[in-house]
Every structure is written in C-alpha cells, then in structure tokens.
C-alpha cells in the first residue's frame, strides 16, 4: 500500500515571498502520478499541479513548481511570490499507473494549512 | 455550468432520516469518485465508477448506497446514519481511471444530528 505523509500541518508566509511544501511518500511502484491540490475556505478541492513518475523534468504551473526526487521518495511544492489568494489546504496525492480497467486511486497526505499573510 | 457540480451544498439530517447527494460533470469524463474528507484525516475514497460500472467500493458500510446512472450523474444515497458519518463528500470526475486526473466538485458538508 502506498502511503503519503506531511510532516508541515501548517505554515505561514508573507505575500510575495516564497515557500516551500514538503511530501514524502512511500511505494514500491515505478510508473505513477504525483499530485498537489489547495482546498481554499470555500472547500473546492482544485489541481496545483501534477507530476509523473517517469518525468525526470519537474513541473512547473506559473508560480508553483516542484522539486521531484524519485530515489528520496519526495515531491515538494514551491510556490513563489505568494498571494494572500494561496491561503488554502494543500493536500500532495498519489496514484499508481495502471494498465487494467481497474481503478487508480488517490491516496493523500494530511494536508499542510498554508496561510499568506501581509 | 462548468466543471464538477454538487448538490446540496449543505445537508443537517436526522439519524431515521433518507436522502440524497447529486453530483455532476460537465468535462466529458468517463469515471466519477465519492471521497469522505472527515476533520484531522486524509481523504478517504469511498466508490468508484467507470463507464456507469462500480469498479471500487472501498468497505463502506451499506448505509452509504452509490448510484450512477449514465456517466455524467453520480448519486450517493444515505439511510440511517451514524452521526461519525458527519463529514464533507466529495465528488470527483477524470477522463478515465487509468492515471487520469481528478477534477473536484466543490463538496456538500453533512451533518447528522
């Protein structure tokens, strides 16, 4: 089974600063997806950004970017010049490829509460 | 309407009590999830569906009834309920399960008096 964990409940950053969101995570997988997802106060749980495995280039999306280390098992989150509008939940996920009709599912993290302040 | 859509947004109901979650999705998608975010705990999947078929049902207890009647409508029904059931629920839809992304509904909050 895999399992996600981060170790950050909650953080704080000042607006236009940058910050960085740790996620670890355990598999004996080779080939999946790695995902990071905000849940503001309005619950909406929306995409960051999304990683593959087989990637070695990390992913960038904007302002937010990640730090994928396949061999470390670690899949950080940076978000730079903060906006008071990243104030959320960030949940890291994971999924393993499959090559059935069978479900992928997400597994997630805790969360880490990220709260930008002025 | 766009995306993934969730009715009610907000549910108080009584333990006797029968009712029903709708979602939607309007993106094209093939599978569509149920997750229970409860406070303090990762999100938990609860069904799964590909196509209309359940492909997943990850030990729910009965009380919890999914419905799925073509691949843009997902129900979930609730009868007699625990007030441990209180919760968010979560929807969510991808173009198909295999390593497809998740889009989220915005979530309805129950609450179970």
């Known amino acids: 089974a895999q399992t996600v964990t981060q170790s950050q409940p909650e953080m704080s950053v000042q607006e236009a600063e940058t910050v960085t969101l740790s996620c670890t995570y355990d598999?004996?997988?080779?080939?999946?997806?790695l995902f990071w997802y905000k849940q503001p106060p309005s619950r909406q749980m929306i995409l960051v950004i999304r990683?593959?495995?087989?990637?070695?280039q990390n992913a960038t999306e904007n302002r937010f970017s990640v730090n994928f280390q396949k061999a470390a098992k670690s899949f950080s989150l940076k978000i730079s010049d903060s906006q008071l509008g990243d104030t959320a939940m960030y949940f890291c996920?994971?999924?393993?490829?499959?090559?059935?009709?069978?479900?992928?599912?997400?597994?997630f993290g805790t969360g880490t509460r990220l709260q930008v302040t002025l | 309407e766009t995306g993934v859509t969730q009715t009610p947004r907000h549910l108080v109901m009584g333990m006797t009590n029968k009712k029903s979650l709708k979602c939607e999705q309007h993106?094209?998608?093939?599978?569509m999830y149920w997750y229970k975010q409860s406070a303090k705990k990762p999100l938990e999947l609860m069904f799964v569906?590909?196509?209309?078929?359940?492909?997943e049902n990850n030990s729910v207890p009965s009380r919890f009834s999914p419905e799925c009647p073509n691949s843009s409508h997902l129900f979930l029904h609730l009868h007699t309920l625990q007030p441990e059931d209180s919760a968010l629920y979560l929807c969510?839809?991808?173009?198909?399960?295999?390593?497809?992304?998740?889009?989220f509904g915005p979530g309805t909050r129950l609450l179970v008096l």
């Open positions: 996920a994971f999924m393993k490829h499959v090559n059935t009709g069978t479900a992928s599912k997400l597994t």
């Open positions: 598999t004996s997988e080779s080939n999946y997806y």
């Open positions: 993106l094209g998608h093939n599978a």
């Open positions: 969510a839809s991808s173009q198909g399960p295999l390593g497809g992304t998740q889009y």
């Open positions: 569906y590909n196509f209309k078929e359940q492909t």
């Open positions: 990683q593959e495995a087989y990637k070695q």
